[in-house]
T-cell receptor, first 115, second 114 residues
């Protein structure tokens, strides 16, 4: 069974600084997808960024980028120029290529942004 | 275009009561999902429907039933609620059942079972 581990329950960053959230996962499959979701206090789950395992290039979405290390099964999220609106809980998630309904989520990292 | 909607937003039940959580999507998506989120934890899949007319168990299906009423609607039923089912419930949908298909989430239902 796949597992996703987020080892940092809480992180904080100064506004305009950069922060990296860690995620590791365990799988025996070679093709899969990895996601980072943001959950603000409103509870709405918002997709931040997605990475296909077969792509070596790290995904980037504006101020958000990932460091995907397939051999190490590591998938960290870097937030540059942090903004107050980035404060939220962040979840790392794994989805198989097939039978994709069975997504696996980590327990989340709460990010605080200090003004 | 409302996306994924859930009703109710909040609910309090007594142990043994039953209720149905409603979910609807207006994106013409084929696949729908029910997750629960316990405090301090990530989402866990309860049931999913890969396409209209099919449903399958996820990671934590015990104590729940689902109905894919039509392509738009996917309901979750608690027949006899237990305190362990106190959680926030999220419905999600995606265009297809492939790993690449983005899941869109509803706003959640906060359920408390006394």
């Amino acid at each position: 069974a796949q597992t996703v581990t987020q080892s940092q329950p809480e992180m904080s960053v100064q506004e305009a600084e950069t922060v990296t959230l860690s995620c590791t996962y365990d799988t025996s499959e070679s093709d899969y997808y990895l996601f980072w979701y943001k959950q603000p206090p409103s509870r709405q789950m918002i997709l931040v960024i997605r990475q296909e395992a077969y792509k070596q290039q790290n995904a980037t979405e504006n101020r958000f980028s990932v460091n995907f290390q397939k051999a190490a099964k590591s998938f960290s999220l870097k937030i540059s120029d942090s903004q107050l609106g980035d404060a939220a809980m962040y979840f790392c998630a794994y989805r198989r290529l097939t039978n994709a309904g069975k997504s696996t989520f980590g327990d989340g990292t709460t990010l605080t942004v200090k003004p | 275009n409302a996306g994924v909607t859930q009703t109710p937003k909040f609910q309090v039940l007594k142990t043994g009561q039953s209720m149905t959580l409603q979910c609807a999507q207006d994106m013409n998506h084929n696949s729908m999902y029910w997750y629960r989120q316990d405090p301090g934890m990530g989402l866990r899949l309860i049931y999913y429907s890969a396409s209209e007319g099919t449903t399958d168990k996820g990671e934590v299906p015990n104590g729940y039933n689902v109905s894919r009423l039509n392509k738009r609607e996917f309901s979750l039923r608690l027949e006899s609620a237990a305190p362990s089912q106190t959680s926030v419930y999220f419905c999600a949908s995606s265009e297809g059942y492939r790993g690449t298909d983005t899941q869109y989430f509803g706003p959640g239902t906060r359920l408390t079972v006394l």
